[in-house]
């Protein structure tokens, strides 16, 4: 059970962990986040996280009110009053109190939130359904708490016996509301949108492990016209490593098998490994 928050550097219990209702963040929508994981004690690929959680707070006009050793230490902290190894871990930065109530004050609310993981990185066989919709991501590099598109299709993902969507903008690919997309084509190559998207850290080390082990990878803009002609197609996600995608709008992709797709998985978990063993060795 998770019984403590960090709001503003302070641990806090999980009742007390409040916003007042003047902050941007809830009038405006105005705030980023970042997510990631940690496993056996340890915030997974903790340098790209923070990395891309500051980025995000300087592309939307925001600062982070401490260094990343000092966020790291509270992510460390959080982790070890709650008594947990394995957590997903949600950084939260919000526009802060506004007295017009869109002015932002200059002193933004930095939270630190936990949440359990029943299940990470575990091989679907099958893949998933995803509909494809028309739809371009304000600000798509910063990782912003603006969700509600997604939020408002998922009626209609149901519906369809669908679990997710892939955003463009009617000629282009993008991404998904939570993760990054990719095609295989018949010659085997990954190819991936590089713009008008978020680049994820999962993306990363998938894409990297993928190049090491000699499997060519196309970082460029793709047209929605080559879904047709794929072998194969995938999410990457934090907490579902890679995935695949067996059907976009009722139609099959490739012809069902997956066997990059699987390969991905086993490279990027090992990658995960050497990652945590390296960082026990230097603790």
Known sequence: MIRFYNVNGAVTPVENAVLHVSDLS?????????FFVAVRGQPLFWNDYAARFYRSAALSGMEVPCT???LKERVLELLTVNEMTDAGVRLVLTGG????AYTPPGQPNLLILL????SIWHRNA????VLLYDYQRELPQAKTTHYA???RMIPRIEAAGAQDLVYHDGEWLRESTRSNFFLINSEGTIVTPGEA?????????VLSVARANGIPVEIRDVRVSEIAKAAEAFFTSSTKGVIPVSHIDGNQTGTGHYPICHRLQELFLE????YLQREAGNN
Request: overall charge neutral.
């Open 271 to 274: 990658s995960v490994e050497t």
């Open 197 to 205: 998207i978020l680049e994820g850290v999962t993306r990363k080390h």
């Open 115 to 118: 949440h359990t993981l029943p």
């Open 149 to 151: 598109t997604g939020i």
């Open 68 to 70: 990343q050793t000092q």
């Open 26 to 34: 809830i009038l405006r929508g105005y705030g980023i986040f970042d």
């Open 97 to 100: 109190y506004s007295a017009d």
């Open 126 to 129: 099958s893949g998933i359904r």
